[in-house]
């Protein structure tokens, strides 16, 4: 209706049983706000929008810039992998986009596909009838 041709909706996916996340990653997209991401490069030296995390900060704090790719993998590598046998979604708890704050639960993804189609349905009705 304004004139999108697609949307990107892979955060909505995250949070669902059959996403490879883990577990407690799939918590922390439930429980993160639509102010909880940052775009950062401190894990793989290209920027990506990430759930905020003490990891991200810590770069951020220290006023250094990350090593370009490959490189920042190399030195994110080792922290992300201890951190994520730790569980400590403070640390990793994943990539997400903006529209993390919509995730309310985890489900499966035939829900949240159902609920995308009947959203699009419901706003393609109201626009007929408004024109």
């Not at 990107?8 to 922390?28: C, H, I, N, R, Y």
């Not at 990430?50 to 951020?60: E, G, L, P, T």
Request: zero cysteines; glycine letters at 12%.
């Amino acid at each position: 209706m304004l004139g999108a041709e697609g949307a990107w909706v892979g955060t909505a996916f995250l949070a669902t049983d059959e996403a490879g996340l883990l577990p407690f990653q799939k918590e922390a997209l439930v429980e993160g706000g639509d102010g909880d991401t940052m775009v950062s490069k401190s894990v793989t030296g290209k920027p990506a929008r990430v759930i905020r995390n003490k990891w991200a900060q810590a770069w951020v704090d220290a006023g250094r810039d990350p090593l370009p790719m490959p490189l920042q993998s190399m030195v994110a590598g080792p922290v992300m992998s201890a951190a994520s046998r730790a569980e400590r979604k403070d640390i990793v708890p994943g990539f997400a986009g903006q529209g993390m704050g919509l995730i309310k639960a985890i489900r499966p993804a035939r829900d949240v596909l159902a609920d995308l189609v009947s959203g699009a349905e419901a706003a393609l009705a109201r626009a007929q009838t408004s024109s």
